[in-house]
């Protein structure tokens, strides 16, 4: 996740509101994950970024492209729109996390889909793609590999007052080398997200042999990667398409 982006995404809070479509699925721990689905055809799983929620896919036109031909499942990461928001720390472990996405893909009968995450939702949805053979293919967007918790963004969480729960397990999230994705994983980083390509040119040399490939993007800053959808979504549907026909 990019620090510069995360103190808009803190004040911003956003919750939503209850939607006719929203549905629920009840996660191994108890906790209540709202979700909806759109579409027919191959299950695909957007996970929001931090401080968003799942109506961000849609409003950014995500949603509306995707269901065209594919099965588009938006879920509300807990803690997150109108998904259960616990207030310990340990719920948000990331292996929780990895439970209410596999919780929401048995709801939609998926055995097998594609996972696109757009910053905390990529971070997020790599400790699934590297842990199961569930995740037929990977669409990461704007962050790093290696540490959860890069030391730019680190020393940005250190002055905050008070940290939210999910951040708090943020930071002991273990390291994800590209080496370590089960499936095929398209890299998606803009040029103006600093800390992302920097990662981007520090890995480049060491992706040979590794299921992850990078789509660099010019003049694109972090929110832009996800904002800017004329320039990245056909990149990114059309290695989903490839993967999951």
């Not at 006719?20 to 191994?28: F, L, M, P």
């Not at 992706?207 to 660099?216: A, F, K, M, N, S």
């Not at 003049?219 to 026909?245: C, M, S, W, Y």
């Amino acid at each position: 996740m990019n620090a510069l982006l995360l103190p808009v995404l803190l004040a911003m809070n956003i919750t939503g509101s209850p939607e006719s479509d929203t549905r629920w699925v009840t996660s191994t721990d108890g906790t209540k994950i709202a979700f909806d689905v759109t579409g027919t055809g191959p299950v695909v799983i957007l996970l929001h970024g931090g401080g968003m929620n799942r109506r961000s896919w849609h409003t950014a036109g995500y949603v509306s492209r995707l269901a065209q031909e594919f099965t588009v499942v938006t879920i509300d990461i807990r803690g997150n729109g109108e998904s259960d928001k616990p207030a310990s720390e340990a719920a948000y472990a990331f292996e929780r996390l990895n439970e209410d996405i596999l919780s929401v893909a048995d709801a939609v009968k998926a055995p097998r889909f594609a996972l696109w995450g757009f910053s905390y939702g990529a971070n997020v949805g790599r400790y699934l793609a590297s842990r199961s053979d569930r995740v037929a293919a990977m669409v990461y967007i704007g962050i790093n590999f290696g540490p959860a918790v890069d030391e730019t963004f680190m020393a940005y969480i250190n002055k905050l007052p008070q940290r939210p729960a999910w951040l708090s397990a943020l930071i002991g999230y273990p390291p994800v080398e590209p080496g370590d994705m089960r499936c095929p994983t398209l890299w998606v980083v803009g040029t103006k997200n600093e800390n992302a390509f920097k990662s981007t040119e520090a890995y480049k040399p060491r992706l040979g042999g590794t299921p992850v490939t990078l789509e660099v993007i010019d003049g694109l800053n972090h929110p832009q990667e996800f904002d800017q959808i004329d320039r990245v979504f056909a990149i990114e549907a059309e290695f989903t398409r490839k993967q999951v026909r």
